[in-house]
């Protein structure tokens, strides 16, 4: 079913679907797919020396599909959006090691090398995110290319005094931090869409924002929200989260917003959008 907030759900990773699909795609397709979710970090862990080879020499031929799973599993063990930001960030390592002449070896890095790269970084950055997520980067490369997590070169002590250094002249202040809503702000989004004869549409901005508020929730947890996910009591409702940004494994969560007595009430504005019938 849909969304509650609007007809249509956003379509997913999109790599559940089947797994006779899957197997059906073969190992080439599974490892162009894994090459597609983070092109420069696949390509720079395939390129390494012994990074997967050693697990390929002994596989079976009937079993190259599983490698290709395995292999893409490396990429899929974070989400899509950090592996996107991870692998702009080891994009950008890879370019510095390039330019220097000779270039610095990438995979396997030197942890002389990534202790001076993100040195250079923080010596820039406005934000100690950015150096932590520079770190995160070449960590996560590393890993997926079979390096042992006491070889990773990010946990050598050159790196970690850098990343202490740069965490207390930086600080954890995060660049371009939005401030919270206030309840005004909130009352007056209800105010405006969500009056007497609103529109479908300006009940479903006004509950989103309202529940968003109520609940402390991101917008990836309010568009993601079933019908079914919400419970009605008299007293408040029951929302029920499949999954989160902070629910990484899919435990699930139950946010519970109490009844109120003003514009804003969720429990009431949920039962105005499901009366309208946008679900």
Not at 6 to 20: F, K, L, N, T
């Amino acid at each position: 079913e849909g969304s509650v907030w609007c007809p249509v759900v956003p379509a997913g990773r999109g790599r559940r679907g089947g797994h006779a699909g899957a197997q059906a795609q073969g190992a080439a397709g599974q490892a162009a797919a894994a090459a597609q979710r983070a092109p420069a970090m696949w390509g720079a862990v395939m390129g390494a020396a012994g990074a997967w080879q050693p697990a390929a020499g002994g596989v079976r031929p009937e079993d190259a599909v599983l490698l290709a799973g395995v292999q893409g599993c490396a990429v899929d063990s974070l989400a899509v959006s950090t592996m996107r930001n991870y692998d702009s960030a080891f994009r950008r390592f890879e370019v510095w090691c390039g330019a220097r002449q000779p270039p610095y070896q990438v995979l396997p890095a030197a942890p002389v090398v990534v202790a001076m790269y993100l040195h250079e970084m923080s010596l820039e950055a406005d934000s100690y995110s950015v150096i932590k997520m520079a770190s995160g980067a070449i960590y996560k490369a590393h890993k997926m290319a079979s390096v042992a997590d006491n070889d990773n070169p990010t946990r050598h002590p050159m790196c970690q005094a850098v990343r202490d250094a740069a965490q207390r002249s930086i600080g954890r202040q995060v660049a371009n931090r939005k401030e919270a809503l206030t309840l005004q702000q909130v009352q007056a989004v209800v105010a405006r869409y969500a009056g007497p004869g609103a529109q479908p549409w300006q009940l479903s901005i006004a509950t989103m924002a309202v529940v968003g508020w109520a609940g402390m929730l991101r917008y990836s947890d309010l568009v993601v929200i079933r019908v079914q996910d919400v419970q009605l009591y008299p007293t408040h409702i029951a929302v029920y989260l499949s999954h989160s940004k902070n629910d990484q494994f899919r435990k699930g969560n139950v946010v519970l917003l109490a009844k109120g007595q003003s514009v804003a009430c969720p429990v009431t504005l949920v039962q105005r959008l499901l009366a309208a019938g946008v679900h």
